[in-house]
């Protein structure tokens, strides 16, 4: 049974509708990224412009339950959603910055994009949180970075990084949301 299957049954369950939210708001990544102090956010950041992992290490390294109980209150989805939503959001301000781009001009790009493209990244995601999808062989991430006329690889990686990012960051919120727990 899916992540989600499972979810709108204990919901039936429970008494409660399965409404799936149309749009993710991305409110418990960007707030707990937004709760993180500057100087946390920069040595995440410095980290990883060394290296992405890097960089996730030094976020985990944060003590951000306080903040995540702060950003998801009254939650009691899994805290592994919780901490994906903050990574997506940590991911995407590291590949911006590593681009030289504003966070609107990528997510101009995205909304640009086909939406084909866009769901085809998501689904590309789905079984990352159990969720069994039609899968596509299109170049997603791709198709959504030519909006952004990067001309090279290195930097096109980057971008893609940032948008793999934000369609993870969305089933993160999704799943916050919809969590019966």
Not at 48 to 76: E, F, K, W
Not at 96 to 107: C, N
């Amino acid at each position: 049974m899916s992540m989600l299957a499972a979810i709108a049954l204990a919901q039936v369950i429970a008494g409660t509708p399965a409404a799936k939210p149309a749009k993710p708001s991305g409110a418990v990544g960007a707030c707990a990224w937004g709760g993180l102090s500057s100087a946390d956010r920069d040595r995440v950041l410095a980290a990883y412009h060394q290296d992405r992992a890097l960089g996730l290490n030094a976020l985990m390294d944060l003590d951000v339950t306080p903040i995540l109980a702060v950003c998801a209150t009254g939650s009691r989805a899994p805290r592994v959603f919780l901490h994906r939503a903050l990574w997506a959001e940590m991911t995407q301000a590291g590949a911006a910055r590593e681009l030289g781009l504003e966070r609107g001009v990528m997510e101009a790009a995205w909304k640009a994009a086909p939406a084909s493209a866009r769901t085809c990244l998501h689904n590309r995601l789905g079984p990352n949180f159990g969720e069994a999808t039609p899968g596509c062989t299109d170049d997603a991430e791709g198709e959504i970075a030519r909006g952004l006329n990067i001309p090279r690889a290195d930097r096109r990686l980057q971008a893609s990084i940032y948008y793999v990012a934000k369609a993870e960051g969305e089933w993160a919120e999704q799943l916050i949301a919809n969590s019966p727990f």
